[in-house]
T-cell receptor, first 113, second 114 residues
Framework: DAGVIQSPRHEVTEMGQEVTLRCKPISGHDYLFWYRQTMMQGLELLVYFNNKAVMDDSGMPKDRFSAKMPNASFSTLKIQPSEPRDSAVYFC???????????FGEGSWLTVV | AQSVTQLGSHVSVSEGALVLLRCNYSSSVPPYLFWYVQYPNQGLQLLLKYTSAATLVKGINGFEAEFKKSETSFHLTKPSAHMSDAAEYFCAVSKTGGSYIPTFGRGTSLIVHP
């Protein structure tokens, strides 16, 4: 079975540009998570969805970040405008139900110069 | 609120030596506990999980962890380290009821010397 699929795997962009990260969760998983990983902060939860609805986005900077899940098999995380401090690895993950294993994608490596 | 503390950001062992990665948690209700491993340039993957069944949990690649309620610990061990075990290890705690969101520790980097 296919795991969580993320794209792009790597992106280098200039400060001020819009960045869109994409995610396809595992089929049948109702929960979708966006995490950011940096050396300084470790693994941070930005936002998570349950059945396509945002349940908690308290970890996401609202002024420049937005997350959407238009259907059960697709989610985007958008950064506009991007800043150098957004450079990180962004992971999408999904899970079937509470208490179950979270399955991570391979990550999107973002560099903002 | 739940939280996880991983003692030691880096642990260095020799190949063939015992691996011990420490994790302490706090939770107001019985927890689910997880260990995830992250190999270089990859996402996290589950090593093992505790969900209130047996307190000694066996995972993949020879790892195991023991849930000790009295010590609020869930330490990860492996009798004999292999070079391929070099990775970042994350402990996570999730409540059995209420908010499901798992809380991850800061991670421990395991370094294995020949």
């Amino acid at each position: 079975d296919a795991g969580v699929i993320q794209s792009p795997r790597h992106e280098v962009t200039e400060m001020g540009q819009e960045v869109t990260l994409r995610c396809k969760p595992i089929s049948g998983h109702d929960y979708l998570f966006w995490y950011r990983q940096t050396m300084m902060q470790g693994l941070e939860l930005l936002v998570y969805f349950n059945n396509k609805a945002v349940m908690d986005d308290s970890g996401m900077p609202k002024d420049r970040f937005s997350a959407k899940m238009p259907n059960a098999s697709f989610s985007t995380l958008k950064i506009q405008p991007s800043e150098p401090r957004d450079s990180a690895v962004y992971f999408c993950a999904s899970s079937f139900q509470p208490g179950n294993t979270i399955y991570f994608g391979e990550g999107s490596w973002l560099t903002v110069v | 609120a739940q939280s996880v503390t991983q003692l030691g950001s880096h642990v260095s062992v020799s190949e063939g030596a015992l691996v011990l990665l420490r994790c302490n948690y706090s939770s107001s209700v019985p927890p689910y506990l997880f260990w995830y491993v992250q190999y270089p340039n990859q996402g996290l993957q589950l090593l093992l999980k505790y969900t209130s069944a047996a307190t000694l949990v066996k995972g993949i690649n020879g790892f195991e962890a023991e849930f000790k309620k009295s010590e609020t610990s869930f330490h990860l061990t492996k009798p004999s380290a292999h070079m391929s075990d070099a990775a970042e290890y994350f402990c996570a705690v999730s409540k059995t009821g209420g908010s499901y969101i798992p809380t991850f520790g800061r991670g421990t980097s395991l370094i294995v010397h020949p």
